[in-house]
């Protein structure tokens, strides 16, 4: 990745975090985005202790004038990690027309203006590569979890209509879509995060950030020069229905 700029959306915690560190040890530009200066600082900090180069931009996805002010400040984009995102897990009664605005812009709409922004200058340059972080949920029906999981199925259909758009302008769009995975955000519930993944995935464990960055690192790179259009499932397989084989 050296010589290429990322820019990784949520970057100051949990998948995010660990996609920037890992692109910034592959020898990416990396630009840390977030809402948070002072945990985008320390982000910098540990990329820049460990020999990368990183710089942070704060901005909130939820506003369509600071998205677009943030592909601005970014300028020349050779990778961008489509990770900031919400998810509240509520029944469709409990879930308010505000919060579903919010999942929306969060995750559906703020990618969408990224890819429309900073793709153009990519395909200008020569090609460039999109990784939109999806969820499982997306095509498993779980509880409680509707409308987040409506707003990344649609991120997974623009992933597939975008492939076909930009294949052959030197552009690769595609998702990653983890199960359930240890970050900030779940450690606060540890015993229901084991039991989702001991139903939801084969490997009956959870997944680590660390994990979700080398899919994402692989999609990001050259070995996936082939790849586009396409959502790779990181969730450690799928478990098999019916009897169990003796």
Do not use: C
Not at 37 to 60: H, K, N, P, S
Not at 105 to 113: G, H
Not at 123 to 129: D, L, S
Not at 159 to 170: D, F, L, N, P, S
Request: hydrophobic residues 45%; proline residues 4%.
């Amino acid at each position: 990745m050296s010589g290429r700029t990322a820019l990784v959306t949520g970057a100051t915690a949990g998948i995010g975090r660990a996609v920037a560190v890992r692109l910034a040890q592959e020898g990416a530009d990396v630009i840390v985005h977030g809402r948070d200066a002072e945990r985008g600082a320390e982000v910098v900090a540990e990329i820049e202790a460990a020999g990368g180069t990183a710089r942070f931009l704060q901005a909130d996805l939820g506003s369509t004038e600071d998205v677009l002010r943030l592909a601005e400040a970014a300028g020349e984009v050779d990778v961008l990690v489509n990770n900031a995102g919400i998810y509240k897990f509520q029944s469709t009664a409990e879930m308010t027309p505000e919060l579903f605005d919010l999942h929306m812009n969060l995750n559906a709409k703020a990618p969408y203006l990224l890819v429309r922004n900073l793709v153009p200058g990519m395909i200008g340059r020569g090609g460039g590569a999109v990784v939109n972080i999806g969820t499982v949920a997306a095509s498993v029906a779980t509880s409680y979890t509707g409308i987040y999981a409506a707003s990344k199925a649609a991120i997974e259909q623009l992933t597939r209509v975008w492939g076909a758009e930009y294949a052959t302008q030197g552009v690769r769009i595609n998702t990653v879509s983890p199960g359930p995975v240890r970050t900030p955000g779940t450690a606060a519930d540890t015993a229901t995060l084991n039991a989702i993944a001991a139903g939801m995935s084969a490997m009956g464990r959870v997944g680590e950030p660390e994990e979700i960055a080398e899919a994402v690192l692989f999609l990001a790179s050259d070995r996936a020069s082939y790849i586009t259009g396409a959502t790779l499932e990181v969730t450690g397989g799928r478990p098999a229905i019916g009897p169990k084989a003796d």
